[in-house]
Each structure stands twice: as structure tokens, then as C-alpha cells.
């Protein structure tokens, strides 16, 4: 079944009173609970279309000028402000950017269990957060939930992100290239992490990344993004195998050492 439908869409940016399009008659259809890697180098307008899914593009002056996205059999822009961070949530690149830096991180994750859970007391909310934090890996609840961003590392503030996206239980969670900037080790763990939680939460996981061998590991199914199209999508053994399009070929060889 699909839990996710995405039929012609278009979207872009006003730059300079000008619309200049970025997405192209984007289809794509997501399975309930897969790992779906969208692949493509910078600029192939991967975090454009994960924008556009979480109704997030026009704060970037964006918006979607064509087509439409089903969530649950349902049309999800309309709806999106009213499901975002509790059915469907995403985790961006650089929690640097997305943290608060003047409040502790465990208000922040709380402040994400609030907006949709405001029957629960505050016992209920503080035990709430420490499930979540165990289920990402954040030990020493007690220091790291008083902790600011700064004071913890990347690793952790990345964690910190993604329990966040998870704590309201979400049906699918964007991955927004979420190891950038993050040691070969610590992107492992990461990786990792994501694989567990899909498997424990019964997530549907949509992987955004510039990196087709984290996507061969991770995903069950590859879309290949190249300047605003998608170019080609398939089971991932058979991208690995049977590669159709020249770009896929091109990150294969980059990666893998792929010869035609």
C-alpha cells in the first residue's frame, strides 16, 4: 500500500520576481514501511522536493506550482500544517542550524511532544522524553536533557534532532542528508540508528542523500534525482545491476567503481 503518492509535481523558487522551477513532473510512489533513498549530487533538487513534502518550501520564498502529494490516500498539502512533526516529520542536515542554541535540549524535545500532546501531565511528558531518548541513544539522560546545543556534539545534536522527529510516533520520517558533516563513525551510528527505529516504530523511512552506497546498505528502493527530474527508480539491486540511466552509471562508477 502506498503511503505516499507524488503526481507531477513542480515546485521552485521566486527569485528576483522571477518563478524559476526546480522540480519537474516529479512521480514517485512510497510503500508503507520501506526505506526509500532519493539519490543525487548537490543541486538535483533533493531537499527542494523534501521541502516541498513537508510544506516547508515557502519559507525559502518557494512553492509548488504543479501537482499534488498524497499522504495516507489523502491530499496532504492542504493538511500538512496540521499533521507536520506528529504523522510526518523530517530530520534536517545540520542540527546546528535547526537547534536553539539559548534553550536546553531536552525543552526542545519536549516542546515537540507538547504541540500534540497537551492532555498529558508532566510526569508523563518527562518519561515520555527519557523513552525517546533511550530509543536514540542519548545516555545520561539527566546531563544531556540540561544540556545546551553547544555543549554537546555532533553526533548528539543530531540525535536530538531525530528524537524530536520520532517522539509524537510519525507513519514517515524524512532523512534529509543526515550524517552531513558528521565522522565516518559517527554517520555509521546514525545510519544505524534509523534502521533500528523503522524496525521498532514501524516507520516508513524516505532517505535523502548525495551517497548511493549509503542508499545500497539502507534502502529498499532508489530514486535517482538529476537537475529536477527524476531520471530513474528502481529495487536497489537492480540500479546496482542494471543501471538505465547515463547519471546513475556516472554515480556508480564514482562510488562503486561500476564499469558499463
Known amino acids: ?8 509535481l513542480s515546485a521552485g523558487y521566486i527569485v528576483n520576481s ?4 526546480v522540480l ?9 514501511g520501506e526505506s526509500f ?13 523534501a521541502l516541498s513534502l513537508m510544506g516547508l518550501i515557502s519559507i525559502d520564498n518557494g512553492k509548488i506550482s504543479k501537482g499534488s502529494i498524497e499522504f495516507c490516500g ?14 510526518i516529520s523530517i530530520v534536517l542536515q545540520d542540527p546546528h542550524s535547526y537547534l536553539n542554541p539559548v534553550i536546553k535540549v531536552g525543552k ?6 507538547e504541540v500534540y500532546n497537551k492532555d498529558l ?4 511528558k518527562i518519561n515520555r522524553v527519557k523513552e525517546i531518548f533511550k530509543k536514540v541513544k542519548l545516555d545520561d539522560f539527566d546531563r544531556i536533557y540540561n544540556s545546551y546545543p553547544h555543549q554537546l556534539s555532533g553526533g548528539q545534536k543530531q540525535r536530538i534532532l531525530i528524537a524530536m522527529a520520532v517522539i509524537n510516533n510519525p507513519k514517515l520520517i524524512i532523512a534529509d542528508e543526515p550524517t552531513s558533516g558528521l565522522d565516518t563513525d559517527v554517520q555509521e551510528q546514525i545510519l544505524e540508528l534509523f534502521s533500528e527505529l523503522k524496525k521498532e516504530m514501524n516507520l516508513t523511512v524516505i532517505m535523502i542523500t548525495h551517497n548511493i552506497s549509503v542508499a545500497k546498505k539502507y534502502c529498499d528502493r532508489i530514486a535517482v534525482m538529476y537537475k529536477g527530474e527524476v531520471v530513474e527508480q528502481n529495487v536497489t539491486a537492480e540500479i546496482f545491476k542494471n543501471p538505465q540511466h547515463e547519471y546513475t552509471k556516472l554515480l556508480l562508477t564514482a562510488t562503486t567503481g561500476y564499469e558499463d
Open 1 to 8: 500500500m502506498d503511503i505516499l503518492s507524488i503526481k507531477n
Open 18 to 21: 522571477v518563478f524559476v522551477e
Open 24 to 32: 519537474h513532473n516529479i512521480n514517485l510512489n512510497i510503500n508503507e
Open 37 to 49: 533513498a532519493v539519490v543525487g549530487q548537490s543541486g538535483s533538487g533533493k531537499s527542494t522536493l
Open 74 to 87: 489523502k491530499d496532504l498539502q492542504p493538511d500538512i500544517s496540521e499533521i507536520r512533526g506528529k504523522d
Open 108 to 113: 526542545q524535545v519536549l516542546e515537540a511532544l
Open 121 to 124: 501531565n508532566k510526569e508523563e
